[in-house]
Structures are given as structure tokens and as C-alpha cells.
């Protein structure tokens, strides 16, 4: 039998109710922001993404999907959603518009990882980004944003937050660090020595102990920020403060992706294991001109799904089922009717196509879960009547199809 590709799965009942429970609840609070829906391909030229998230980084160095289309093509099944949103606000002109605009997205995203609990190679996000606002504000209004969808979804988290720096105090704090880890450089790992070349600044999150402790001297980007970045940092602990969010400041948060500036954060949850990070966004100022656009200050986050689905307890609702059977062929095409009236007026409705006695239907049914079983037998639809059964009331009576649609809401 052929099974689905390692680290791509089916999402069945019964997470596929949490699964639309999660991306109702989000765009819900993000059209609250002023957020609105964008869909982008899944498929883009592999060009966009090793500019945007960045040649060194693990995602481009690793785990893209990769390959040369019909046509000649180098293309890439994204590996994140943000590059996308930026490529199509450029090509629709959009950076030129003198306001402010807020998207919205939801979708599968595809990375070749080494597949483990909580880590697909094609999982879900939903995402916002958000374009021309460089106050501090809409970097507390995200991070406020992801936490009203924590909380709607009954998941608690710790929040994480940094500043990356901007392009005045980042460059001097590269070569600090890199002189640090020159003088450390016989102990750290063979994947910090290329990250040393290439993106020092991701040393900092290495997984390995070793590295790690020798971290703990390394110099804090945190301590030497620019007077702005340093005063967006304050004012944003100051407005999360106001608004009754705790967070703990992670220095060596720095994110895997290349294209974030000064604000970047992490929501973690401590209920999924070690890949406990349930979502993850921060600015990105210089994106947009870097892939040809007008310079345009921009902030935004992914959550993931799957890993959400595990931590959301919910009952799913259950809404009442119909079930339509006919005793004798000939009540088929009436049921056919009834049963499209209910779905019209908003109900469940499912019909059993195979003519059976009263019996095999109730039995049929209780099966399906239904919560009221309709049967049309021959004197039924002579009478123009129905007979209905509340399965959970074990109640049952015989009535006029109108008098039942009447019943109906
Ligand atoms: P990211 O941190 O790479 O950021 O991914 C966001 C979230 O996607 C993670 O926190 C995690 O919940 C989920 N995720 C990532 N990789 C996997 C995986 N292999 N399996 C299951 N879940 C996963 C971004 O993608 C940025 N585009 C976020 C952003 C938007 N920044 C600015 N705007």
C-alpha cells in the first residue's frame, strides 16, 4: 500500500475540527486588527527565499524543497510563509500606496527536516504581516494579537522577547562577537565555526551544552543598542507591562531566519516536548527593499498548527445530524428534496441512498451518530408525511413534510 511521505500527514476527525477551530479563532481576532486574507502560491522561484530567509541559514542551507520545474525553472514549495506575502505586496505595488496594511494567511509550509514529535516536513501556519508602520506600537499590537489567540484557544505559553539590532548597532556587535568567538574557537562545534563565517549571530542558539556554556560569556547584543533600538525595546516591555502580558527577555533569541531587525520574540509552551515553540515573528525592516521594493517598515509572526492542535481541549460541538433513508425506491427522489430543503435552512443533512427496512436504518444511523433518523416508507409518501425519530429523546412520531419543515429553525 502506498503511505503518505515521512513527516507529511492526514489530518482526520477528530483534529480536523481543532485544526478549523484554530484557523476560525485566528482570523477572527486578526480581521480585529484590521487584518485581511491573502493567499499566495505554495510554489515560488527558489531565488525568493534564499535572498529573504537568508543563504546561511539552516532552511536554504538544508531544507528546502528544491527542484527544476518542465519549463527549466529553479523553484522552491515554500518553507514559510512571510517571503511570499512580501513578493506579492511588491509585485501588486503596493509598497508605493502611502498607508499602512495588515495580511492575513493560513497553509502548508515545506521543510525537509528530520521528522520528530511536533516536527513535520509539511506543517501548517497561519501567519500575519504587517506593512508601513514603524512605531513601536505595532510591535506590541502583534505580540498582543498572537496572545488574544493563546488565550481564545485556552493555551497558556511563556513569551520570549529580543531586539536584533538595526543596521547602526548591529554591524559593531558582529565584530564584537565574532572576536569572542575567535578566542573560544578550538571549543565550539563544527556547525558554530561555519556559523562564524556566516551568520555569527546564530552561534547563539546552537543546541549543543558546550557551546552553550561557553555562550554565557559571550558579549550581549542587548547591552549595546543603539539609542532607538534601545528606546523601541523599553517602550515595548513598558506597553506588554500595560497590557498585562509577562515576557522574559532571551538574549540569545535570534531566530532562524536572516530577515529580522531590532523586535523578534518566540511564544514556547512547556506541554509539547522539546520543540516547544508554538509560534515566532519579529520586524523586518529592510526585507522589502532588499527584494526590490520601496523601503518600508514591516512586522510579523507564524504559529504553528500541528503543534497548537495537541495543546487545544476542546469539545468539539455537536451539531444535530439528520439522517434521511427510504423504505421503497420510489421515496428517494422526496427524501432527495427534503433533505437539500434542511441544508438550505443551514442543517446536517445525510442520506442513505439503498432503500432498507425501518430497522437497518436506525441501526444505520446510530452508526453515522446522527441525532434524528427521517424514514419515508410507502404510505408516507402517499400522505405527503414523514416519520422522524429524536434518537437521543427516543422520541417518535409520524408528520406532515410541511409541518416539519415548520419545525424547523
Ligand atoms: P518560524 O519560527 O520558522 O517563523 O515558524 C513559525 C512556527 O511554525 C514555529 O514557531 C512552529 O510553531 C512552526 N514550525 C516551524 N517549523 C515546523 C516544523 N518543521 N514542523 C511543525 N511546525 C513547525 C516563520 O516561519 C516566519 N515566517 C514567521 C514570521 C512571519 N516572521 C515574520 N513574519
Redesign the pocket.
Known amino acids: 500500500m502506498i503511505q503518505s511521505l515521512r513527516g507529511m500527514n492526514d489530518i482526520l476527525a477528530p483534529q480536523n475540527a481543532v485544526y478549523e477551530h484554530i484557523i476560525k479563532t485566528a482570523s477572527t481576532i486578526a480581521q480585529r486588527f484590521g487584518c485581511t486574507y491573502i493567499e499566495t502560491p505554495i510554489l515560488e522561484e527558489t531565488a525568493l527565499f534564499k535572498r529573504s530567509v537568508g543563504e546561511s541559514s539552516d532552511i536554504v542551507g538544508k531544507e528546502m524543497y528544491q527542484f527544476i520545474d518542465k519549463g527549466e525553472n529553479d523553484v522552491c514549495m515554500r518553507p514559510?510563509?512571510?517571503a511570499g506575502v512580501v513578493r506579492a505586496f511588491i509585485q501588486a505595488k503596493k509598497d508605493r500606496q502611502e498607508k499602512s496594511e495588515r495580511f492575513f494567511y493560513h497553509g502548508p509550509?515545506f521543510?525537509y527536516?528530520r521528522p520528530q514529535k511536533?516536527?513535520?516536513?509539511q506543517?501548517h501556519?497561519f501567519?500575519v504581516?504587517s506593512f508601513g508602520e514603524h512605531s513601536v506600537f505595532e510591535d506590541a499590537a502583534i505580540i498582543t494579537m498572537i496572545a488574544q489567540i493563546f488565550d481564545a484557544l485556552n493555551i497558556t505559553y511563556t513569551l520570549k522577547i529580543n531586539s536584533l539590532g538595526d543596521e547602526h548597532c548591529m554591524p559593531s556587535y558582529r565584530d564584537d562577537l565574532i572576536t569572542f568567538l575567535q578566542s573560544v574557537e578550538d571549543e565550539i562545534c563544527d556547525d558554530c565555526k561555519r556559523r562564524k563565517q556566516s551568520n555569527p549571530i546564530r552561534t547563539l542558539d546552537c543546541k549543543n551544552q558546550t557551546c552553550q556554556n561557553l555562550y554565557v560569556n559571550a558579549p550581549k547584543l542587548i547591552n549595546q543598542l543603539c539609542s532607538e533600538c534601545q528606546s523601541d525595546f523599553d517602550q515595548l516591555q513598558k506597553l506588554l507591562t500595560s497590557t498585562g502580558i509577562a515576557f522574559e527577555i532571551d538574549t540569545h533569541l535570534v531566530?532562524?531566519?536572516d530577515y529580522y531587525s531590532k523586535t523578534a520574540f518566540?511564544f514556547v509552551s512547556t506541554e509539547i516536548g522539546a520543540?516547544n515553540?508554538?509560534?515566532?515573528?519579529?520586524r523586518?525592516d529592510k526585507l522589502i527593499s532588499l527584494l526590490g521594493g520601496r523601503e518600508t517598515p514591516a512586522?510579523?509572526?507564524?504559529?504553528?498548527i500541528?503543534?497548537l492542535i495537541d495543546l487545544v481541549q476542546m469539545q468539539v460541538p455537536q451539531t444535530p445530524l439528520y439522517y434521511f433513508g427510504a423504505m421503497d425506491e420510489s421515496a428517494l427522489p422526496t427524501l432527495f428534496n427534503v433533505a437539500n430543503t434542511l441544508r438550505e435552512k443551514g442543517h446536517h443533512a445525510l442520506i442513505d441512498y439503498r432503500p432498507r427496512k425501518l430497522a437497518a436504518h436506525l441501526k444505520n444511523a446510530d452508526k453515522r451518530s446522527a441525532t434524528f433518523c427521517a424514514v419515508i416508507g410507502e404510505n408516507e409518501l402517499k400522505e405527503k408525511k414523514i416519520w422522524l425519530k429524536d434518537l437521543s429523546l427516543k422520541e417518535e412520531k409520524v408528520i406532515l413534510i410541511e409541518d416539519f419543515f415548520k419545525t424547523l429553525a
Open positions: 514559510e510563509g512571510t509550509m521543510r527536516e511536533g516536527r513535520l516536513r506543517f501556519q501567519g504581516e531566530r532562524g531566519l518566540e520543540q515553540a508554538i509560534a515566532g515573528g519579529g523586518y512586522i510579523g509572526f507564524a504559529l504553528g500541528e503543534r
